[in-house]
């Protein structure tokens, strides 16, 4: 029931407060557990950008949204880079370095991180 969740975030945050969120990716959401193989829970409900937006408009004014995944780290991190060299030194690193590579680049995107303002009335 995601109106009764979004009316129980901004009933504890005062008008102005600020709630900060991350979710699933609906955009993600069949990719993801074709891949994975895992199995959703009854009460998973992946909204996409557009309908996760839309849904929290009615309580709060969305100051920024997000998406972020694990492969832009592995990517730009300097300690990834490190790591990376180590891999291409060791026996079967380039394997390992590519299939990494593969794993984490399925989940571009796959999170999502809303900041929002609590409005001071509903719309």
């Given at each position: 029931?995601?109106?009764?969740?979004?009316?129980d975030l901004a009933s504890v945050?005062?008008?102005?407060?600020?709630?900060?969120?991350?979710?699933?990716?609906?955009?993600?959401?069949?990719?993801?557990?074709?891949?994975?193989?895992?199995?959703?829970?009854?009460?998973?409900?992946?909204?996409?950008?557009?309908?996760?937006?839309?849904?929290?408009?009615?309580?709060f004014a969305v100051k920024e949204?997000?998406?972020?995944?694990?492969?832009?780290?592995?990517?730009?991190?300097?300690?990834?880079?490190?790591?990376?060299?180590?891999l291409f030194r060791i026996r079967?690193?380039?394997?390992?370095?590519?299939?990494?590579?593969?794993?984490?680049?399925?989940?571009?995107?796959?999170?999502?991180?809303?900041?929002?303002?609590?409005?001071?009335?509903?719309?």
């Amino acid at each position: 029931d995601s109106k009764s969740f979004i009316d129980d975030l901004a009933s504890v945050l005062s008008p102005g407060g600020m709630l900060v969120m991350t979710t699933p990716n609906g955009r993600f959401r069949n990719e993801y557990f074709q891949e994975t193989g895992a199995q959703p829970q009854p009460v998973e409900n992946w909204l996409r950008s557009s309908d996760l937006c839309d849904q929290l408009s009615t309580r709060f004014a969305v100051k920024e949204y997000l998406t972020f995944d694990s492969s832009f780290w592995f990517t730009t991190h300097p300690t990834a880079d490190t790591i990376r060299r180590i891999l291409f030194r060791i026996r079967g690193g380039p394997t390992i370095h590519r299939m990494v590579e593969r794993t984490l680049g399925r989940s571009r995107g796959l999170y999502q991180l809303v900041i929002a303002e609590r409005i001071t009335s509903e719309r």
